[in-house]
């Protein structure tokens, strides 16, 4: 979901499946797709190389890149979590 999830948002069809061994690699990896820079993310970021990476060129991605299914999702400058979250390009 995009805006305001997981109950107010919009759902959003990406059309990709994500898995993986490491579920921090996945929401990593989801994180691009959206738009979202996993660094930016505190959770993601304490996890990082303890319970597994969040750093692309570590995550061994098989099928489509993610740059080739990425859509920039909404995101609310009234959620602190969501502000300046935003993945550059």
Request: with cysteine; hydrophobic share 40%; charged share 25%.
């Amino acid at each position: 979901m995009e805006g305001d999830g997981p109950i107010l948002g919009n759902p959003i069809s990406s059309g990709v499946i994500v898995m993986g061994r490491s579920a921090v690699a996945v929401d990593a990896t989801c994180c691009r797709i959206m738009g979202i820079d996993p660094e930016k993310i505190d959770y993601l970021q304490a996890a990082d190389n303890w319970l597994g990476v969040i750093d692309d060129n570590k995550i061994k991605q098989r099928g489509e890149k993610h740059s080739s299914v990425c859509q920039d999702f909404m995101l609310l400058d009234f959620i602190p979590s969501q502000q300046g979250v935003r993945l550059v390009r």
